[in-house]
């Protein structure tokens, strides 16, 4: 069974070598390694490129530069294999040595198994960060398979569940592309499982404003792939009528910070509605999800 492991990288000068030494450090290798430049401007593609030429050939990477989004540059990534199972950890999180044995073992023992997921740990480095893991953590994974939705950070799937969706989301502006994918799968009936003995490190946003603005691009990312939306309109009901938040079970406990958070989020998925990109004529809206014509076909057939 041919395993690819695929990435996406963008402006990661700073910490792209860290991240390198965690791919190449595996506890088991990967047939190849497929690397997606979205287009940096910071020098991470001259670094890529002297890594790769000192990696010589102990483990095959193909290196790719093209201007994309997210979306865009995971399907380039996937195009460019030919391998059965897709691990996918982006650049700026760091995969544990484990992780890529951990993440393919589930798909390896289950022929019937389509989707896993692993655990996200956020690295705690300054003030901020400790005390957002504190406040607002990262939530754990389910283990109930209808509740799992992996980050794409932390994810490995069959080619033919790809395909089956037609790819990642690629009309999506930045954000949400791997939210849509795991609720088209979900949808077309693909078997989700979640292990948390895959581990990936990624560094939690270190200032309340890259906090703010993370939240603002996820509101938008969702208001595009018309997801979401009880959620967003709570968000939007708070950021409208602050009083609100002494409803909460925090009553007074942060309360710039916390209407700060409503904000950013209301104010990102308005903008994504009001400005984003609208769902291509032939994605469809079923039981309220967007689907592509590939999965609308998966649907209808196991309908």
């Not at 990435?7 to 190849?32: G, H, K, Y």
């Not at 910071?42 to 093209?66: F, H, M, S, Y």
């Not at 939306?229 to 309360?255: D, K």
Request: net charge positive; charged share 25%.
């Amino acid at each position: 069974m041919k395993i690819a492991l695929i990435s996406t990288i963008f402006n990661e000068a700073d910490n792209v070598t860290e991240w390198w030494d965690c791919l190449m450090r595996q506890s088991v290798s990967p047939d190849e390694t497929i690397i997606v430049d979205g287009g940096s401007t910071d020098g991470t593609w001259e670094i890529l490129l002297k890594l790769r030429d000192a990696a010589a050939q102990r483990i095959p990477v193909r290196l790719e530069r093209r201007k994309c989004n997210i979306a865009g540059g995971r399907n380039t990534a996937i195009r460019l294999t030919d391998a059965h199972l897709i691990a996918s950890s982006d650049a700026g999180s760091f995969p544990e040595r484990n992780w890529l044995e951990e993440i393919t073992r589930p798909l390896l023992a289950d022929e019937k198994l389509d989707v896993v997921g692993g655990c996200s740990v956020p690295i705690i480095k300054n003030a901020f960060q400790e005390f957002l893991q504190q406040y607002d953590p990262e939530p754990p994974g389910s283990t109930v398979p209808s509740e799992i939705y992996p980050s794409s950070r932390n994810i490995a799937f069959r080619r033919r569940a790809w395909a089956d969706v037609g790819g990642y989301p690629e009309w999506l502006t930045l954000t949400a592309e791997d939210a849509l994918f795991n609720f088209e799968l979900h949808k077309i009936g693909k078997k989700f499982a979640y292990n948390p003995g895959a581990r990936v490190r990624w560094p939690a946003r270190k200032n309340a404003e890259a906090y703010y603005k993370m939240l603002y691009n996820y509101g938008y990312g969702a208001a595009e792939a018309r997801l979401y939306a009880p959620y967003f309109l709570r968000r939007t009901t708070i950021a409208v009528f602050p009083p609100l938040l002494l409803l909460s079970r925090h009553r007074f406990r942060q309360l710039k910070f916390r209407y700060r958070k409503n904000l950013a989020s209301a104010t990102g998925w308005l903008a994504g509605w009001l400005k984003g990109h609208r769902p291509p004529p032939d994605w469809k809206r079923v039981e309220g999800v967007l689907l592509s014509p590939e999965s609308q076909k998966h649907f209808e057939s196991a309908g």
